[in-house]
T-cell receptor
Framework: KAGVTQTPRYLIKTRGQQVTLSCSPISGHRSVSWYQQTPGQGLQFLFEYFSETQRNKGNFPGRFSGRQFSNSRSEMNVSTLELGDSALYLC???????????FGPGTRLTVL | GENVEQHPSTLSVQEGDSAVIKCTYSDSASNYFPWYKQELGKRPQLIIDIRSNVGEKKDQRIAVTLNKTAKHFSLHITETQPEDSAVYFCAASINNDYKLSFGAGTTVTVRA
């Protein structure tokens, strides 16, 4: 089976812009979670989706949003980018939530 | 919410020696504890996980132990090899909470 894929792999944006990141889970997986990874804060949970429903959301401002489509693919959007949003954004998929989560390669976002 | 603390933050061991990483969690309702290994520039990969109904689990040179009373779990790597050098993350989750809370990570260096 193909693994979790994320596009794009790298992004450079300027402050105030918005960005959309995409995640395609492993075929058959219905749960998709998003994480932000930074050297200072480590891996922090953003949100989790299952069957197009957001079941939990981390402590991030409303500028961070996401959605999941009927084919389980997921997108996350960050509006009004700030310098502090520079990070590696990882998504992970699993069959059901309590199963093993498999991570994608991440999208490296740089905000200038 | 769940808080996971991980120690030590860095660990240097001689090839062939053992490495032990310890994590504590705050919420007694946590019932799933995975460990991820992340090599430089790569995605986190699950190396072993344990659920709250099991006290210990082993997979070749890797083992995890869980003490629910003390709310801590540990990763043990025996006969370390240079390819074990990486950042290791512990995590905890509560069933029906749909989020993984990660420790801050341990950078393991295996000296040849």
């Amino acid at each position: 089976k193909a693994g979790v894929t994320q596009t794009p792999r790298y992004l450079i944006k300027t402050r105030g812009q918005q960005v959309t990141l995409s995640c395609s889970p492993i075929s058959g997986h219905r749960s998709v979670s998003w994480y932000q990874q930074t050297p200072g804060q480590g891996l922090q949970f953003l949100f989790e989706y299952f069957s197009e429903t957001q079941r939990n959301k981390g402590n991030f401002p409303g500028r961070f949003s996401g959605r999941q489509f009927s084919n389980s693919r997921s997108e996350m959007n960050v509006s009004t980018l700030e310098l502090g949003d520079s990070a590696l954004y990882l998504c992970a998929s699993s069959l059901e939530y309590a199963d093993t989560q498999y991570f994608g390669p991440g999208t490296r976002l740089t905000v200038l | 919410g769940e808080n996971v603390e991980q120690h030590p933050s860095t660990l240097s061991v001689q090839e062939g020696d053992s490495a032990v990483i310890k994590c504590t969690y705050s919420d007694s309702a946590s019932n799933y504890f995975p460990w991820y290994k992340q090599e430089l520039g790569k995605r986190p990969q699950l190396i072993i996980d344990i659920r709250s109904n099991v006290g210990e689990k082993k997979d070749q040179r890797i083992a995890v132990t869980l003490n629910k009373t003390a709310k801590h779990f540990s990763l043990h790597i025996t006969e370390t090899q240079p390819e074990d050098s990486a950042v290791y993350f512990c995590a905890a989750s509560i069933n029906n909470d749909y989020k993984l809370s990660f420790g801050a990570g341990t950078t393991v260096t295996v000296r040849a």
